[in-house]
């Protein structure tokens, strides 16, 4: 199948990158359309990214409507209030244990 593009910027660039990579105007064509085609590929299409944004808010949804049965915050659940507390004495200036020496 022939392919016939009449403008003289991408007649130029085409050739300028051939005899910059010694190879074919055909394939150096071919080259930088696969590499976009593939760019494009892995580019999130817009119907894709809003039917994901919307089922995030309905998990965020669905996932709200359940019964709270923990009482205490992610930091306490996590341990960071404790972590927080054991290092309140470095925090306010005493000294670390290298300090101590």
């Known amino acids: 199948m022939a392919l016939n593009i009449k403008n003289t910027e991408t007649e130029r660039l085409a050739r300028e990158l051939a005899r910059r990579r010694k190879q074919g105007i055909t394939e150096v064509v071919t080259d930088a359309l696969r590499k976009e085609v593939e760019r ?53 200036g005493e000294p670390t244990g290298r300090e101590r020496r």
């Open 40 to 92: 494009e590929r892995k580019r999130p299409r817009r119907e894709g990214r809003e039917a994901f944004l919307r089922t995030l808010r309905e998990i965020g949804e669905r996932g709200s409507k359940h019964p709270v049965i923990e009482a205490r915050s992610e930091d306490e659940l996590l341990g960071y209030d404790d972590m927080l507390n054991s290092t309140e004495g470095r925090l306010q």
